[in-house]
């Protein structure tokens, strides 16, 4: 092979690269967010609703996690316009992200949901505590224990192949920008070479930062590594 | 509105139908393809990486980096860099060969903290058993752990395929004739987005879901301990 | 010259020095036990002796050969001429009796395969389970496990049998097939070291018994000498305590 790597360009576009960076951590984060809320509410009614809002959660969660987010994203993006529903490529991908985060994170919650066991609300019971009280002393400690490294786990997953869709329908993430700047000098390698590092750099922070508030909030041990 | 149930009888004609069945196929055969391939050199990977000794440090540090290293990279990177890599080293490698390399060095990384798991999960006493005998490191591995520890390994590599079907629908971007390139081509020639992208997710949804229930109930069967399901098999022959 | 010489042999897990210089030695045909407190490093013996848990000093002599351990071509040696019967059995999970018996004499060190056939039957029908062949180990109770792992150590036909702990992990009514079945080699006149608590059996089989504590061998002598009339104050203590009962 006689490729002949020139990275002089790739730091000259270096700003708009990192441009690119936060862009992808902003998108991460709000999806993450909204599928969260979305994630909460899915599994509380899969636990407590009647059985027809159950099986409505069900379809939702099922259709969502066997279909490919790029799809989801692709019928937002090309097909409501039809319907006269005209969002932003930034929006649809926002959108598409948050609604497929919430079908996921409506799994991994149910599952702490499921984690909390009888005797300890019984334990809190015969101490005297209100239920406001179970909920916040016992409950609520027991779930972000049990499932807060499939939630750091679940983040990073969103924060990398998440949104790194949207550079597929012309969203100016980090992927994005690597897309189109190298299609202006043809320096392919070196860009996503450069640009797999920052990933690389972007989710490290973030699974620090993670594992920190893991620590400090919930006492947790996520994994860094 | 109107438009889209106008389309629909020349959308589902018999050439479109073959053409999305194909993509299917496609679509299947190079996740299959890529994640057995990665599935066999994740296997390498956890050996060098288990390997004792100071002199094999680095190989360690190697194995771990990797493994870390693209779980933290976009599929669609991989995707990138594999395509323009091997486009300067082989001008006329075919965009399926690329997305099934691609495929597989996401599939090593991923698969290797699987399998790492489950070797870990079988207990020690078995490994001093085999090494008072004198079995050598790939004979225990071969002969003592990796049998007890499949069925650990097994229902959560498949979800890991089975689930990578999806994550497959970002190679349509470097132009593999596979589910998603089809659907966008078929929206190029005016089909209405919402049935077309529809369909496409359908179709997903056929190859994905069956799959899926099959590693449940692998996961379930291989979950029984082994005596329960050898009695069974023994009382009723 | 012994058939097994332990000289100073020294091993450590991390900074704590767990044998802290080792030494005893018994002839062919005898059986030598370690006894003492929990924690006080007999199994270690056992484990140092093959190449388990790694030597940091001292030598060992088997039938006039002496190794040190120092390269993995000498532990392997080691552990060619002795065989390890554990206290959780450990026989392997995936494989039947016969299997586990004739893995390593037919891959390790292979040995003709009807020879072994025949003499790993021999060896079953020895522990008194020749009808279980094929049963995988979950389907066997607790002390025929550990029969088939005293026969499959024998399998190996080592020149000394090292046995750690054989009856602890067993329920009390399952001991006596095991303990059995070891009084049936020692008759045969198997070179043995034994790790146990059974002291009445260690009273009865044992030639020559050791009581280690804290790493150290504090005394050795013969079972009667040493149970009913320890000399140091560390062995009295601990036989006083053991022995009421």
């Known amino acids: 092979m006689n490729y002949n790597f020139q990275f002089g360009v790739v730091w000259e576009n270096f700003p708009a690269l990192l441009e690119g960076a936060w862009l992808t951590f902003q998108l991460g984060c709000f999806a993450f967010a909204g599928g969260a809320l979305i994630g909460l509410v899915g599994a509380a009614l899969k636990t407590y609703a009647p059985w027809p809002i159950?099986?409505?959660?069900?379809?939702?969660?099922?259709?969502?996690?066997?279909?490919?987010?790029?799809?989801?994203?692709?019928?937002?993006?090309?097909?409501?316009?039809?319907?006269?529903?005209?969002?932003?490529?930034?929006?649809?991908?926002?959108?598409?992200?948050?609604?497929?985060?919430?079908?996921?994170?409506?799994?991994?919650?149910?599952?702490?949901?499921?984690?909390?066991?009888?005797?300890?609300?019984?334990?809190?019971?015969?101490?005297?505590?209100?239920?406001?009280?179970?909920?916040?002393?016992?409950?609520?400690?027991?779930?972000?224990?049990?499932?807060?490294?499939?939630?750091?786990?679940?983040?990073?997953?969103?924060?990398?192949?998440?949104t790194s869709v949207g550079a597929l329908i012309g969203v100016d993430e980090l992927t994005g920008q690597a897309i189109n700047l190298s299609s202006v000098n043809y320096r392919w390698l070196e860009y996503f070479t450069v640009v797999a590092g920052m990933y690389v750099v972007l989710t490290f922070i973030a699974s620090i930062g993670l594992a920190l508030l893991g620590r400090w909030a919930f006492r947790v041990k996520a994994r860094i590594f | 509105?109107?438009?889209?149930?106008?389309?629909?009888?020349?959308?589902?004609?018999?050439?479109?139908?073959?053409?999305?069945?194909?993509?299917?196929?496609?679509?299947?055969?190079?996740?299959?393809?890529?994640?057995?391939?990665?599935?066999?050199?994740?296997?390498?990977?956890?050996?060098?990486?288990?390997?004792?000794?100071?002199?094999?440090?680095?190989?360690?540090?190697?194995?771990?980096?990797?493994?870390?290293?693209f779980r933290r990279i976009p599929f669609i990177v991989v995707v990138y860099l594999v395509l323009f890599f091997i486009q300067a080293v082989t001008p006329d490698a075919s965009l399926f060969t690329i997305a099934v390399i691609a495929?597989?060095?996401?599939?090593?990384?991923?698969?290797?903290?699987?399998?790492?798991?489950?070797?870990?999960?079988?207990?020690?006493?078995?490994?001093?058993?085999?090494?008072?005998?004198?079995?050598?490191?790939?004979?225990?591995?071969?002969?003592?752990?990796?049998?007890?520890?499949?069925?650990?390994?097994?229902?959560?590599a498949i979800a890991f395929a089975v689930s990578f079907i999806k994550d497959t629908a970002l190679v349509s971007q470097v132009g593999v004739?596979?589910?998603?390139?089809?659907?966008?081509?078929?929206?190029?020639?005016?089909?209405?987005?919402?049935?077309?992208?529809?369909?496409?997710?359908?179709?997903?949804?056929?190859?994905?879901?069956?799959?899926?229930?099959?590693?449940?109930?692998?996961?379930?069967?291989?979950?029984?301990?082994?005596?329960?399901r050898r009695t069974r098999k023994l009382w009723s022959p | 010259m012994a058939h097994l010489a332990v000289s100073d042999v020294r091993a450590s897990y991390g900074a704590l020095e767990v044998l802290k210089g080792i030494s005893f030695s018994i002839e062919k045909g005898e059986i030598a036990a370690?006894?003492?407190?929990?924690?006080?490093?007999?199994?270690?013996?056992?484990?140092?002796?093959?190449?388990?848990?790694?030597?940091?000093?001292?030598?060992?002599?088997?039938?006039?050969e002496t190794m040190n351990y120092s390269s993995a071509r000498e532990v392997r040696a080691a552990r060619d001429r002795m065989a390890i019967v554990f206290q959780q059995y450990n026989l392997f999970q995936n494989m039947t009796v016969m299997q586990n018996l004739t893995l390593a004499p037919l891959k390790i060190k292979n040995w003709d395969k009807?020879?072994?056939?025949?003499?790993?039957?021999?060896?079953?029908?020895?522990?008194?389970?020749?009808?279980?062949?094929?049963?995988?180990?979950?389907?066997?109770?607790?002390?025929?496990?550990?029969?088939?792992?005293?026969?499959?150590?024998?399998?190996?036909?080592?020149?000394?049998?090292?046995?750690?702990?054989v009856t602890s992990a067993l329920d009390p009514e399952l001991v006596n097939e095991v303990l059995d079945a070891i009084r049936k080699l020692a008759d045969e006149g198997m070179t043995m070291v034994i790790v146990?608590?059974?002291?009445?059996?260690?009273?009865?089989?044992?030639?020559?018994?050791?009581?280690?504590?804290?790493?150290?061998?504090?005394?050795?002598?013969?079972?009667?000498?040493?149970?009913?009339?320890?000399?140091?104050?560390?062995?009295?203590?601990?036989?006083?305590k053991i022995l009421r009962h």
């Not at chain 1, 497929?100 to 334990?123: D, K, M, P, Q």
């Not at chain 2, 903290?113 to 079988?122: F, M, W």
């Open chain 2, 1 to 69: 509105m109107e438009r889209i149930f106008e389309q629909i009888p020349r959308f589902f004609s018999g050439p479109n139908l073959t053409l999305l069945l194909e993509s299917a196929g496609l679509t299947l055969a190079m996740t299959m393809a890529g994640c057995l391939i990665g599935f066999g050199l994740a296997f390498v990977l956890v050996y060098v990486r288990q390997t004792p000794g100071k002199w094999a440090m680095p190989l360690r540090w190697i194995c771990i980096l990797y493994v870390e290293v």
């Open chain 3, 196 to 240: 146990s608590h059974e002291m009445a059996f260690v009273r009865e089989v044992a030639d020559k018994v050791a009581f280690m504590d804290a790493g150290q061998i504090v005394e050795t002598g013969t079972p009667a000498e040493l149970f009913d009339a320890p000399k140091t104050d560390r062995a009295r203590d601990f036989f006083s």
């Open chain 1, 54 to 162: 159950r099986f409505l959660v069900d379809c939702y969660v099922v259709f969502i996690t066997n279909t490919p987010a790029l799809i989801q994203i692709y019928f937002l993006y090309f097909g409501l316009p039809e319907v006269g529903v005209r969002w932003s490529n930034e929006a649809c991908l926002l959108i598409g992200l948050t609604l497929n985060a919430g079908a996921y994170l409506t799994l991994i919650l149910r599952a702490g949901f499921l984690s909390v066991r009888i005797t300890e609300i019984e334990a809190g019971q015969t101490l005297g505590m209100s239920l406001l009280q179970q909920v916040r002393y016992i409950i609520v400690p027991h779930i972000a224990k049990s499932i807060y490294p499939a939630l750091a786990n679940f983040f990073i997953v969103v924060l990398v192949m998440g």
């Open chain 3, 34 to 64: 370690l006894v003492g407190p929990s924690g006080s490093g007999k199994s270690t013996v056992l484990r140092a002796l093959m190449g388990l848990t790694p030597i940091t000093g001292g030598e060992v002599d088997i039938a006039g």
């Open chain 2, 103 to 156: 495929i597989c060095l996401y599939a090593v990384a991923y698969t290797a903290d699987i399998i790492r798991g489950g070797l870990e999960s079988v207990p020690q006493t078995q490994v001093e058993a085999a090494q008072a005998m004198n079995l050598s490191r790939l004979q225990t591995n071969l002969r003592i752990v990796l049998p007890q520890a499949w069925p650990v390994i097994v229902p959560p």
């Open chain 2, 177 to 228: 004739f596979e589910l998603t390139f089809r659907g966008k081509e078929l929206n190029n020639q005016g089909y209405s987005g919402i049935l077309v992208f529809g369909t496409i997710a359908f179709c997903y949804f056929l190859l994905s879901f069956p799959l899926s229930m099959l590693g449940q109930y692998l996961e379930k069967r291989l979950g029984t301990p082994r005596g329960q």
């Open chain 3, 114 to 165: 009807a020879e072994v056939a025949s003499e790993a039957r021999r060896l079953l029908s020895l522990v008194g389970l020749a009808d279980k062949a094929d049963a995988f180990s979950d389907q066997l109770s607790g002390g025929q496990q550990q029969r088939v792992a005293l026969a499959r150590a024998l399998a190996l036909k080592p020149q000394i049998l090292l046995l750690d702990e």
